[in-house]
């Protein structure tokens, strides 16, 4: 298994727990009558779709997909900008999942929040475009004859 999907899949995991202890204190907090939770909940469901099922997903997706390998792209594609797109998806959902609860309690004010959740948007959409363009040419890898095997014959 390559570096980037260890690190993505360790990143989702992360994502997952942290996703499972914030939704047990959105019910905790609930069933006690405390009334913060709401501003929680769209950065819980954040966590959990995009933090582990969307990243854990694209990482076994770097790993399974069917690559062409090269001397130039030794694991089948490009590894710098899958990193950076790794580091522009977690900027992104961090920026999201820390300014929009607290914007929606009041303590973040003003129109540098909209600033900030375009920008974290923007960094995920960077993210998921660097991902699909690395992805996609697998589904359309076809064995050429000078990439086939040779087929094995009754005398070798």
Not at 121 to 148: D, E, H, N
Request: net charge positive; proline share 5%.
């Amino acid at each position: 298994m390559d570096r980037l999907t260890r690190l993505m899949g360790k990143t989702s995991l992360s994502y997952l727990l942290v996703g499972f202890i914030l939704g047990a204190f959105l019910m905790i907090s609930e069933g006690m009558g405390a009334n913060w939770g709401y501003a929680w909940r769209n950065a819980h469901a954040h966590l959990l779709f995009v933090g582990w099922f969307v990243q854990f997903a694209l990482g076994i997706a770097y790993w399974l997909l069917p690559r062409r390998k090269t001397p130039e792209r030794p694991l089948g594609y490009k590894e710098l900008p899958a990193f950076i797109a790794w580091g522009m998806i977690n900027t992104g959902i961090l920026m999201r999942v820390v300014i929009e609860p607290l914007y929606l309690l009041g303590t973040f004010k003003g129109t540098w929040v909209a600033v900030a959740l375009g920008i974290s948007g923007l960094l995920q959409v960077g993210a998921a475009l660097t991902w699909v363009s690395q992805l996609w040419g697998r589904f359309f890898l076809r064995y050429t004859a000078s990439t086939r095997p040779a087929p094995k014959t009754p005398e070798s």
